[in-house]
């Protein structure tokens, strides 16, 4: 089966820690993102990348980083440096038109 | 600046009958749309598209309408039915410009009540 999955499902970190979030598909699309969702708020655009090796910042990259040295990942490391990392994390990819994005089952972070 | 917005956060609908879900968006390169649900703790899942080029999709009991001069898209669902219970997001992408991002409202929580 052809999909994206995300590991762990929840995961707990310290303050002050950086933590890296998986994501892995097998859909053999080019494209890969990261969404933030916080209650009763829309997904924001952390960091997407249209091709291996290549990333861009979305709306709220400050805190964050990536990397994309294979196709089928993308792994989020969310930094010390990110002021309220507490919240939902969504991975997502989609080929080259990009029309339509498939998502992930989501990463739930609390930070204590 | 919300690019795209669902004012509506809830809506409440007998099964049977009719959901209306409405979305406004400012930026008028924005040229393709979409519609996804979500259930909670879980990824959204796609449900429906429009092109700039049409205004009306039809996918069953899904029909999105679009109405580039007011800038609104809205998501019929007939008939409702208890599962379709979720959050449903509109989102927007301009296709020429920003290749692949995708701009999502706030979502609007829908109970189809049995």
């Known amino acids: 089966d052809g999909g994206i999955t995300q590991s762990p499902k929840y995961l707990f970190r310290k303050e002050g820690q950086n933590v890296t979030l998986s994501c892995e598909q097998n859909?053999?699309?080019?494209?890969m993102y990261w969404y933030r969702q916080d209650p009763g708020q829309g997904l924001r655009l952390i960091y997407y990348?249209?091709?291996?090796?290549?990333?861009q910042k979305g709306d709220i990259a400050e805190g964050y980083s990536v990397s994309r040295e294979k196709k089928e990942s993308f792994p989020l490391t969310v930094t010390s440096a990110q002021k309220n990392p507490t919240a939902f994390y969504l991975c997502?990819?989609?080929?080259?038109?990009?029309?339509?994005?498939?998502f992930g089952p989501g990463t739930r972070l609390t930070v204590l | 600046d919300q690019q795209v917005k669902q004012n509506s956060p809830s809506l409440s609908v007998q099964e049977g009958r009719i959901s209306i879900l409405n979305c406004d968006y400012t930026?008028?390169?924005?040229?393709?749309f979409l519609w996804y649900k979500k259930y909670p703790a879980e990824g959204p899942t796609f449900l429906i598209s429009?092109?700039?080029?049409?205004d009306k999709n039809e996918d069953g009991r899904f029909t999105v309408f679009l109405n580039k001069s007011a800038k609104h898209l809205s998501l019929h669902i007939v008939p409702s039915q208890p599962g379709d219970s979720a959050v449903y997001f509109c989102?927007?992408?301009?296709?020429?410009?920003?290749?692949?991002?995708?701009?999502f409202g706030q979502g609007t929580i829908l109970t189809v009540h049995p």
């Open positions: 859909l053999n699309h080019d494209a």
């Open positions: 930026n008028s390169m924005f040229d393709y």
């Open positions: 997502a990819s989609s080929d080259t038109r990009g029309q339509e994005q498939f």
């Open positions: 429009i092109s700039s080029i049409k």
């Open positions: 990348s249209q091709i291996v090796n290549d990333f």
């Open positions: 989102a927007a992408s301009a296709r020429g410009t920003s290749y692949g991002k995708l701009t």
